[in-house]
């Protein structure tokens, strides 16, 4: 399962500097475009105050949260889908992430050098876009003119998808001509499903991330609300950070030296924090639990999977062999406080093959090999 959010912008946006505060890994940042230039990558843990309250509750030797992992990607610049900068890799790295976090600058500061010369948010977003609409026009154009030799193919399931995909291939052509991303154009599942191989970089989700200074993280500044009015247009969710801040707090060394540090500046949590859920979500993840004396621990699974498969993330055994789950929620044991609890009061429920988990069920499964 592609748990990877790629984070993406001009240089010299503060890419790395919230990457390196995120994983507090060492990213190097520095005032220069392209000092990224192969992809950082760090494995970060979801917050979950959920994890905190079973723990309170069962009292385990260990508790392992839910994680998921950043790219920081090199900057783009103008041109990138016809080779300039180092716009070959960058659209390379960009294929392969799940989803997209495109940091917009939303700072005045005469020491940090724009690579365009001025601040303007919304002109930031159109490179990159375009560019990215740019590099799928050239990929839904080499499929339309493969598409002949794949209509008149022998394979019965080939010629059938080459016949659905081609009314796609030309949405999205004109689509992507205008400039517009190809998560624009209404797409059912199995069109979706059509053009899945061409690993469109525009149908990829995207959250936009305004780097903001310490007065714009207390307050939407002008160029926040262009890009929310923008990002509203586009369908895609904003958030803002305040990168240098965050770099202050990742220095940190405790817990409460950093609630501390954020109640001093009037925040109830950290800009991190709210990217790593929004990239969490972005990607259409959601997590289970699963809970006893030995380790209480945090799943990842994919919105809309059954049992079945949520146990096939523990181990692949668990799904070929699974009988049944023992299923209840955790808001439920936040309430009545204990599994006999529960079973008394009916929210212990055995379930079986078809069962759509939900994001905060707390599982145990019965399989047999």
Known sequence: MSLNVGIVGLPNVGKSTIFQAITSAPAEAANYPFCTIEPNIGIVNV???????????????KIIPAVMEFKDIAGLVAGASKGEGLGNKFLGHIREV???????RCFEDSD??????????????EIINI???????????????????????????????????????????????????????????????????????TLKKTLY?????????????????????????????????????????????TLEEKQEFLKDMGLEESGLDQLI??????????????AGEKEVRAWTFK?????????????????????????????DLFELKSEA???????????????VAKDGDIMHFRFNV
């Open 47 to 61: 917050p979950d105050s959920r994890l905190d309250k079973i723990k309170d509750l069962f009292k385990p030797q």
């Open 98 to 104: 799940a989803a997209i976090a495109h940091v917009v």
């Open 112 to 125: 940090v050098v724009h690579v365009a010369g001025k601040v303007d948010p919304l002109s930031d977003i």
């Open 131 to 201: 560019e990215l609409a740019f590099a799928d026009l050239e990929t839904v154009d080499k499929r339309l003119n493969n598409l002949g030799k794949l209509l008149k193919s022998q394979d019965k399931a080939v010629k059938t998808k080459a016949l659905i995909s081609q009314p796609v291939l030309e949405k999205l052509k004109k689509a992507l001509e205008d400039g517009n991303p190809a998560r624009s154009v209404d797409l059912d599942d199995d069109e979706l499903d059509a053009i899945s191989d061409l690993h469109l970089i």
């Open 209 to 253: 991330v305004c780097n903001v200074d310490e007065d714009g993280a207390l307050e939407d500044n002008e160029m926040v609300n262009q890009v929310r009015e923008f990002a509203q247009k586009d369908g895609s969710e904003v958030i803002k950070i305040c990168g240098k801040m965050e770099s202050e707090i990742a220095q940190l060394d």
């Open 277 to 290: 859920r929004a990239g969490y979500s972005l990607m259409g993840l959601k997590t289970y639990f699963t």
């Open 303 to 331: 919105d809309g999977m059954k049992a079945p498969q949520c146990a096939g993330i523990i181990h692949t055994d668990f799904e070929k062999g699974f009988i049944k789950a023992e299923v209840y929620h955790c808001d």
């Open 341 to 355: 609890k529960l079973k008394e009061a009916g929210k212990f429920r055995i379930e079986g093959k078809e069962y």
